[in-house]
């Protein structure tokens, strides 16, 4: 049995306690994580704080912080594999997969560091003559970020290279479901030459780890991935130290399709978006909203794609579909699609748990035309479509915005024109016209209402982790006037 640990103040070590982690592919015990508690926190945000103001990382060069972050994009590509592995086994989510993603994850790391020594003040044009005043852009501080277990070293990713470009510290809490290949990445920081205390990793449960770190009193900032109701934990949390927060939560996201689309490779983005890593993605395109003449001949293609996937073990290149992370997500599928049968949904096809040991659940779509069904409202986060149909684009727009959620949109249509229409009407942080789940570290990600708020990738993820210092240099060598005259 592997044993793993938590990443603190440049050593690794032990947390408080330890807990078992699950093969979701089994259900079998397969490792050991170390539990971080209260004690454990405060020592890593310590040694954060340390860093920050007292360290060797606060004298380094923007350009020497880059040069560490490409060190670390090239440890990251050289065992991209080993870490693909890792994430598998411990969340179920496909080699074939994680594989590919955590080989591009190296490209976030890289486009931050030459992003660190471009992070850039201004002079102000003051209106008083005798002033010159500028700003400059400095770390917001000590962040505390917390992670899911889906997609985490790219959800990291998107945390740590800006964070650090900017010359932030951090504690990184991965989650206590499949911590393994974060804990593992810890060795890659290490190894990359990360002063001690800049970079702090360690994984443990809500109440006793993620509140403790949330709350803490030396936390400048919290970026935050996961569900909306953790989300209000975390902002509660937050009041005790005032610290800023960026949310980057769930999602309903529409999928819309109109009758002059290419329905075959429409067809298959569908899929992208909703069986792929096996629905666990707070981008999937979960409501699938498509104009009625076309509507029978669509989920008819989509009927056959989705029982033609292979369903098997993660770690087989060959295999489409995984399992579940964790008994508890299956458990909430099965019910949830009961509730929305019971409400009126159709199934066509699906529906059940797959045969053997595992967390596995068949790709499932669900005729939702005429029902309340409350697949069309609540976060499955598994591979189940729910399927709306409309026949004019008022109700299409309409359909596409009855949500909560505003993370992502899916649009398929050759009719340029009626594209930019509704791109501008789509309530969602992120828009893929005739494509679906595309990423690249130079876009910023991000959504509105329930999706949360803040964006992360690009520039503009770098300047988030700053805050302007104004600096008033007077130029006048004469007295200063009357004190009691505000300048």
């Excluded at 103001?53 to 050289?78: C, F, I, N, S």
């Excluded at 990360?194 to 919290?222: M, W």
């Excluded at 209000?232 to 949390?237: A, G, K, L, T």
């Excluded at 770098?462 to 008033?472: G, I, N, P």
């Amino acid at each position: 049995m592997q044993r793993f640990q938590c990443y603190i103040d440049g050593e690794f070590a032990d947390g408080e306690a330890r807990f078992e982690s699950i093969d979701p592919a089994t259900g079998a015990v397969w490792a050991e994580m170390p539990e971080a508690r209260e004690a454990d926190v405060d020592r890593a945000v310590e040694a954060a704080h340390r860093a920050l103001y007292a360290g060797p990382w606060a004298k380094l060069t923007a350009t020497q912080r880059g040069k560490l972050l490409y060190r670390l994009a090239d440890l990251v590509a050289e065992n991209a594999q080993r870490l693909a592995e890792l994430e598998t086994q411990d969340t179920g989510k496909i080699i074939r997969e994680t594989s590919a993603q955590i080989a591009y994850v190296a490209e976030y790391y890289r486009y931050y560091a030459g992003i660190a020594d471009k992070i850039e003040g201004s002079y102000l044009p003051i209106d008083k003559p005798d002033m010159d005043v500028w700003l400059r852009r400095e770390p917001i501080g000590v962040v505390a970020m917390v992670v899911p277990w889906n997609s985490q070293l790219f959800l990291s990713a998107v945390k740590i290279g800006p964070a650090l470009a900017a010359g932030c510290t951090m504690v990184v809490k991965a989650s206590e479901d499949g911590p393994a290949p974060l804990l593992e990445f810890a060795r890659l920081v290490h190894q990359a030459g990360f002063p001690a205390g800049v970079v702090n990793i360690i994984t443990g449960f809500g109440p006793s780890c993620g509140a403790a770190l949330s709350r803490h009193h030396k936390v400048d900032h919290i970026a935050f991935t996961g569900g909306p109701e953790t989300a209000r934990h975390v902002v509660r949390n937050s009041a005790e130290n005032l610290a800023s927060t960026s949310l980057e939560l769930g999602g309903k996201s529409p999928f819309i399709v109109f009758a002059d689309a290419d329905l075959e490779s429409a067809a298959n983005a569908q899929v992208a978006g909703i069986f792929a890593a096996t629905g666990q993605s707070c981008v999937a395109g979960s409501r699938l909203i498509v104009e009625k003449s076309v509507k029978d001949r669509f989920l008819d293609i989509l009927k056959a794609k989705a029982e033609a996937i292979r369903i098997g073990s993660p770690l087989d290149m060959a295999t489409e579909v995984g399992p579940l992370a964790t008994r508890r997500q299956r458990d909430h599928i099965e019910v949830l699609v009961g509730h929305s049968l019971a409400a009126g949904a159709r199934l066509v096809t699906g529906g059940s748990a797959a045969e053997g040991a595992g967390y596995y659940y068949r790709p499932t779509i669900l005729d939702c035309d005429g029902s309340a069904s409350p697949s069309l409202e609540e976060e499955f986060f598994g591979p189940v479509l729910s399927v709306l149909s409309f026949e004019t684009e008022a109700e299409a727009l309409a359909l596409a915005n009855n949500t909560r959620y505003g993370l992502a949109a899916g649009l398929f249509t050759r009719d340029l024109t009626r594209a930019h229409r509704l791109m501008k009407g789509i309530r969602a942080g992120i828009v893929w016209v005739n494509t679906y789940r595309a990423v690249s570290p130079i876009a910023p990600f991000g959504g509105f209402g329930l999706s949360g708020h803040g964006r992360e990738g690009g520039m503009a993820a770098a300047l988030d982790y700053t805050r302007t210092k104004t600096v008033w240099l007077r130029t006048s060598d004469d007295p200063i006037p009357d004190p009691f005259v505000m300048r």
